[in-house]
């Protein structure tokens, strides 16, 4: 069977890719280290609060000098080097922190 891409109103194909391996997390006030699912080119990151995010290797630190990642969802490319993100909760926020693998 040849899988071929859809395509939009265009005729322009249109790349997707679907959820699995979640890894999901409460967020905290103290800095936590999450693994990525091994091989994970693509990642889905899902927050219900606002967070500091740190990308790294198992030894990363969020601190309130990362990256601000609002409520909401973003998907990041995974570089080779990057096994870990790391995540603190902004102020009072509360919530869960989401990873997905994207195939």
């Known amino acids: 069977m040849n899988e071929a891409l859809q395509r939009d109103h265009n005729g322009v194909a249109v790349q997707s890719l679907y959820p699995t391996e ?8 103290s800095s936590q280290a999450l693994t990525l699912p091994v091989s994970a080119k693509f990642i889905r990151v899902a927050c219900t609060g606002n967070v500091y ?9 969020a601190t309130t000098s990362s990256v601000l990642f609002p409520a909401g969802v973003e998907m990041f490319s995974v570089p080779d080097a990057v ?11 509360s919530g869960v922190f989401s990873i997905n693998r994207m195939k």
């Open 83 to 93: 096994t870990h993100v790391a995540v603190l909760q902004v102020g009072a926020s």
């Open 53 to 61: 995010i740190e990308f790294g290797t198992g030894s990363v630190v």
């Open 22 to 29: 979640a890894v999901n997390v409460a967020m905290s006030a």
